[in-house]
């Protein structure tokens, strides 16, 4: 029988190594379902695997596209989707891994089939451009709180949709999307790795200080040229923008790195907790975790 077997949890899980050694265990392929990672030209700051990580298990969409060509979540699907397909005439299993929720669903269930509405959606566009992200962000919140409090409020993609939606139902996304739940397109079982606040925490702010180690300023600065395109607004970048704008210090820029990393993490807890049939994992070892869902996939 083919399934899929997703590997999902907050940033610095270790999502990755434990997709690895599934992976091996079971001999099959993964796929990301990391928003960051399809671009080649992130790797420090997405925490992109080295080929030393991913260990000769074949990844596809790690480092498939450019961040001057962004890819949605519709994009994914179809594009994921089509790999699944030809993936699964040579393998029963595949793993599919990442912390972005709304990726990870694309693939699964497919994306939704709410209304849209060019005109509305030129409007809040507009509105986006003329007025900034926080006021787009103001405007989810107060028809839509509970979207508001999972989604990625630095990406405008996202949150125009949702204004777009409530603008054309008069309904909440976060109740519309409930009610349009899609049944899996294969058997599928889903995993979230569940640390504790603080471990987890702890463990971000080791990631990040490891990241300025690598480079990650010097990754920053090489792709000073594509800084207003949406890959490049997101956490572990803007900031860094900040400072070589002059308008804070490396450390503060560091700082918030940390702080709102962080936040995200709370926000793709939040994204996974609302998953129906997930299977939380304790992260104990690694070892653990790998038996675990072995017993539960066999």
Not at 241 to 260: C, G, M, P, R, T
Request: proline residues 5%; aromatic residues 10%.
């Amino acid at each position: 029988m083919k399934k899929i077997i997703v590997i999902a949890g907050p940033t610095a899980s270790g999502k990755t190594s434990l997709a690895v050694a599934l992976a091996k265990q079971l001999d099959c392929p993964i796929i990301s379902a990391d928003s960051r990672q399809f671009y080649k030209e992130l790797s420090i700051g997405t925490a992109k695997p080295t080929q030393e990580e991913m260990d000769d298990i074949p990844h596809f969409f790690i480092d498939s596209h450019s961040v001057q060509q962004p890819l949605s979540a519709g994009q994914y699907e179809k594009q994921a989707f089509a790999k699944v397909e030809e993936l699964f005439k040579s393998h029963n299993t595949i793993i599919v891994v990442g912390g972005s929720g709304m990726f990870i669903n694309a693939l699964i269930y497919g994306t939704d089939q709410l209304p849209h509405d060019p005109k509305v959606r030129s409007f809040w566009n507009k509105e986006f451009e003329q007025r900034g992200i926080e006021f787009i962000q103001e405007k989810l919140k107060a028809v839509d709180s509970a979207y508001y409090e999972e989604v990625d409020i630095n990406n405008p993609v996202r949150l125009i949709r949702a204004l777009e939606i409530f603008e054309i139902t008069g309904q909440p996304y976060s109740i519309l999307r409930k009610q349009n739940r899609k049944v899996p397109r294969y058997p599928t079982q889903y995993f979230v790795i569940d640390y504790p606040r603080e471990e987890l925490y702890e463990r971000i702010n080791q990631r990040v200080d490891i990241m300025m180690k690598n480079g990650l300023l010097e990754e920053v600065r090489s792709n000073i040229k594509y800084r207003d395109l949406q890959p490049l607004n997101t956490v572990g970048y803007k900031e860094i923008f900040e400072y070589l704008n002059y308008n804070i210090s490396l450390e503060k820029a560091v700082e918030l790195i940390k702080q709102n990393t962080r936040r995200y993490a709370k926000r793709q807890l939040t994204w996974f907790r609302k998953e129906e049939n997930v299977h939380w994992l304790t992260p104990t070892s690694q070892k653990e975790m790998l038996e675990s869902i072995l017993l539960t996939v066999k």
